[in-house]
């Protein structure tokens, strides 16, 4: 007999089968559905908001989540509304032309892009991510298992259960294309389900993606860490390193695209190292530097922002108002540095030198490798990517802020006219392959 | 303490930081010099090859394996040694732009292809591999642990010690990018080395791919089952249908290429399906054949040839001269059919309508989805990639016949000059982003 979470993956792993196969015409009505839908039970979302937002109250929730949860503030509504627009709008993702090959006469060979399959999608809780993503998975032609944090439950479950109805009722996208599900215990199910799930995204806390990525065969699109580091080159301009360490550090210190140390040459003069550091402390950032730094270079003194660098200070992410500091050789020992303890996330040289530039450039194995500019860039709405899915430190697949493209893959079409491998050299034959690429 | 794998991975991973600054030019002079090496301890290599050859003659190992073990036979030893050649002319895999868009003034974004990382590649007894996986792991710039077959293991010792010496000696290519492992032991070691370790390629029997799945939070690419179907359409033509059967079938059974099941439309004539299983049976494949087809439709009997389906018959690799047939309704029903339970590798419609193909290749979810040929071309060599890492059925990153590009991931670099996001919109400040494409 089936589990719960098995019946529900094979619903969607059959929905998928026919999401497949329509157009993007068919998709994006669906979206314009879904959104017409949706502005049309306005009402009664918002209710079911208003109950998520007492229980928050009531339980005395963080006024900063209690923001988040509300899809009253600021225009969010109607916001996430014009967002389901502008995912229907976007360039269709599949069944692209990305090679094309005369393999013999009347054999031609074909890649092109195709949805992955079934997502399974594990959010927080604000609760417009859940049209943000329904609209992502069926203009990609991906059906999509959903798991919203449980404070958003009222929201999400009326959401979704108008989605489900427009879906049924007015579009060619099956219901089971997009599935709402409830407790934690049936993810735990369904990360089992490698047969039917062929990807899971969490959006959320590093420590629930890392959780996620130890209990499951899955492929696991996220990040568990963001450790960014900024290496500031000899050569270089202490008013633009300054510029970018505070943005990187203080723009939004809680983002994983936030830096979490600071690597210096140390041919860098005292008077330069103590202007950078000097900054950072007027940001009300609290520095741990090396002993070296703190004996030999700081010709200032202040108790509460100047602390030592701890065991872990280079493999830590802060996300907090705290960074490490240390000097460096050179930029050789700064790639190895960050080679080594950084979560391969985006990292930053800060030079004037091209050429010192281009050797971080290529030496640094990171999604990100950035020149002169704030990590805090590494974003797919920055990169122009129209949405973002997540941001990944995976090295397979799709790597760093991830667009529409990350949810897709390939396949390959092979068209012939009764050809067989048999009359080919190398399988008994004398055939030769033409292998001329083909104008697509 | 580090383990024994844990250092091997260190010094992979820490060989791959300084491959992976190394231009096309000294990559490929790597291969140069090693084809060079390899040519002149041609005598010495040989000579432990013949102990390797002994030692399956004594151990009583097939006639089959013990000619694949032997690098005198056939030229092998040379066209092993071309093969190091052709894979240094390949075009350069590493440093291509695939993105160039300007964000800003002065600020612009580029995805370029890098390597992957460290790969561990494990594979079965031909001796001739270890070359060309040694060449393609330096072209892409990827370091790599191997692990061959117990029974090659003189030959791939002597081949793996010339290879450290010329690359220590001759290259700038670490000679801790290519290590040589021995023992099994060790393998399972690695598999845990998930921090040093980017990237899995099995290449051998279903079970070993399957039991590393199983054993490993790495990324592995290969494919655990090659359960190809093809679809008989009503509207076909015999002649083409029998020819690309027949050649699936026959051709090389044991590849994972080869067809295990036949659907063929109800509509389709008694005669017509009498032929196609005749053909069969005539090229000694025994069919197992569904009791419809048994009793109303076969006009011969043979007791030998003609067996029934058994509960697994449409789940299975017969990997032999063994095929299931059974008779479907249509188009939809088979595609249903080969989306839950073929391996999504690579099956095949044969029909004359046009309209019917597309319908099929849009609809089935393989890597490969074929028309009116043999799913054998299933294949690297016939794609024209030059070169053949393994056949994927994985549904993110590569998949199908992997080339090159399989062993590539990609980086994004950003260039600016001071730029910071809190002077953007979204993060605290009023300039919007260009967005522009640039030409590249």
Redesign the interface.
Known sequence: MSSAAETIAIEAS?A??IL??LSNDERSFALQAIHDGLKAHKDEILKANRVDLENAIKNELSSSLIKRLNLEDKGKFDSMLQGILDVANLEDPVGKITLA?K?DDG?N?YRIT?P??TLLIIFESRPEVIANITALAIKSGNSAILKGGKESYQTFRAMSSVISNILAEKTKVPSHAIQLIESRSEVSDLLNQDKYI??VIPRGSNELVRNI??ST?I?V?GHADGICSIYVDEEF?L??AI??I???KT??PAGCNAVEQILINSKVSKNQINSIIKSLVDAKVIVHVTDEIKNDILEFKDETYIQSVEDDSFDKEYLSFEIAVTLIDNVDKA??HI?YHSSKHTDCIITENKET?N?F???I??????????T???DG????FGTEVGIST????????VGLEGLM??????????????E?V???GSKT?V?EDLEY
Chains 1, 2 share one sequence.
Do not use: M
Not at 365 to 374: K, L
């Open positions: 059959s998928f089968g497949k196969t090959r393999l054999l060979l195709a992955i399959g062929d990807l990525k130890n065969k492929p699109l301009d008013n633009k510029k970018i505070i943005d990187s723009n939004y790639i190895q080679n530039a050797k450039l290529k030496g194995d990171s999604a990100g490798v950035y020149w002169n500019c704030s805090r860039f590494a709405f920055r990169y122009g995976n090295k397979i697949h799709a790597r760093g802020p893959s390939y396949q390959y079409q092979l068209k012939g006219n009764g050809h067989i491998v048999s080919y190398g399988a008994g392959f292998h």
